[in-house]
């Protein structure tokens, strides 16, 4: 099994300012890595695939970057409805998941 | 619009079953591959289970292989999940996706692009 290790857990950050999540794999993924934003009560939704192309309708703020092992997700200037919590997703082999980066609000 | 809508989630007792269902409108569902993802509660997330447009090919995460079993009927758009011999550890939120990763002509699980609103499975005595 692939391990996804997200960092940090909880980043502050404050609205307008620039945010950078990290997600690394135990194993090369090459660029097959998902990333999702989940918000209270809500299912997850697909913002970025292929570890750098944009799902339909994803604002151009969330960008993605990596490949291998090593992935960034940046929003680049954080708007009120981007605190939640962002999951990173491999499909490199069968899918597994990062526990989770929770932003919130500085 | 795509809709991907869940029910069947209960409370049950450890060792019992349930049956999920996701019916799915808005978008041509025979023709998409499909995947049951979990959620415990406060916890991370989990793919199930994935099946392929024509149900010929599926596969099952380890902790679930020999007691859920992945359908479903194209001609109703829905997909299922049989949950046999539930254990505590099956506790949490299950929600149905769409989304494969094709190479050289194979498909399995990939990126997860539409999600339902998740229905809630508690296994408990």
């Known amino acids: 099994e692939i391990v996804m290790t997200q960092s940090p857990a909880t980043l502050s950050v404050s609205p307008g300012e620039r945010a950078s999540l990290s997600c690394r794999a135990s194993?090369?993924?090459?660029?097959?890595l998902a990333w999702y934003q989940q918000k209270p009560g809500q299912a997850p939704r697909l913002l970025i695939y292929g570890a750098s192309t944009r799902a339909t309708g994803i604002p151009a703020r969330f960008s993605g970057s990596g490949s291998g092992t090593e992935f960034t997700l940046t929003i680049s200037s954080l708007q009120s409805e981007d605190f939640a919590v962002y999951y990173c997703q491999q499909y490199n082999n069968w899918p597994t998941f990062g526990g989770g980066t929770k932003v919130e609000i500085k | 619009e795509v809709q991907l809508v869940e029910s069947g989630g209960d409370l049950v007792q450890p060792g019992g079953s349930l049956r999920l269902s996701c019916a799915a409108s808005g978008f041509t569902f025979s023709s998409y591959s499909m995947n049951w993802v979990r959620q415990a509660p406060g916890k991370g997330l989990e793919w199930v289970s994935y099946?392929?447009?024509?149900?010929?090919?599926?596969y099952y995460a380890d902790s679930v292989k020999g007691r859920f079993t992945i359908s479903r009927d194209n001609a109703k758009n829905s997909l299922y999940l049989q949950m046999n011999s539930l254990r505590d550890e099956d506790t949490a939120v299950y929600y149905c996706a769409s989304g494969s990763y094709c190479t050289n002509g194979v498909c399995r699980p990939g990126d997860f692009d539409y999600w339902g609103q998740g229905t809630l499975v508690t296994v408990s005595s």
């Open positions: 099946i392929s447009s024509s149900s010929s090919t599926i």
């Open positions: 194993q090369s993924v090459s660029s097959n």
